[in-house]
Nanobody, 131 residues
Framework: EVQLVESGGGSVQAGGSLRLSCTASGFTFDDSDMGWYRQAPGNECELVSSISSDGRTYYADSVKGRFTISQDNAKNMVYLQMNSLKPEDTAVYYC?????????????????????????WGQGTLVTVSS
C-alpha cells in the first residue's frame, strides 16, 4: 500500500524558511515521479515542484529560485526546502506520487495533472506565512 506522510509545516513570517518532508512507503522512487502540490483556501490544487525518477526537477514560476525539491532514495524521503517565503505561499502542501507508466504522462511531464488524477497524495501539512 502506498503511503505518503508530510511533515514540517508551520507558521513563519515573510522572508522565513521551512523544510517540508515526505515519508514514502509502498513503492520505490525508481518507478515513480514525485512532487509537491499546494492548495490555498478558495483556490484549486496547484503543482509547486516535481522531481522525476532520474532526478530532473521542475518548479512553478511562482517559486522558482526560492524552493528546492530533493529526494533521498535510501531513506524514501522527499523534501521541499522553502526559502524567502511570502504570504501568498500560505496553503496546505501535499506530497504526491505518480507511477511511471506508458498509459499516461506523470505530473513531471504533464504539469496540468489535477490532484484528483494523481496516483497518491498525502494528508497535507499547513504552511502559514504572515506579513
Amino acid at each position: 500500500e502506498v503511503q505518503l506522510v508530510e511533515s514540517g509545516g508551520g507558521s513563519v513570517q515573510a522572508g522565513g524558511s521551512l523544510r517540508l518532508s515526505c515519508t514514502a512507503s509502498g513503492f520505490t522512487f525508481d518507478d515513480s515521479d514525485m512532487g509537491w502540490y499546494r492548495q490555498a483556501p478558495g483556490n484549486e490544487c496547484e503543482l509547486v515542484s516535481s522531481i522525476s525518477s532520474d532526478g530532473r526537477t521542475y518548479y512553478a514560476d511562482s517559486v522558482k529560485g526560492r524552493f528546492t525539491i530533493s529526494q533521498d532514495n535510501a531513506k524514501n524521503m522527499v523534501y521541499l526546502q522553502m526559502n524567502s517565503l511570502k504570504p501568498e505561499d500560505t496553503a496546505v502542501y501535499y506530497c504526491a506520487q505518480d507511477l511511471l507508466t506508458a498509459e499516461r504522462a506523470t505530473m513531471f511531464d504533464d504539469r496540468t495533472r489535477s490532484c484528483d488524477a494523481l496516483d497518491a497524495w498525502g494528508q497535507g501539512t499547513l504552511v502559514t506565512v504572515s506579513s
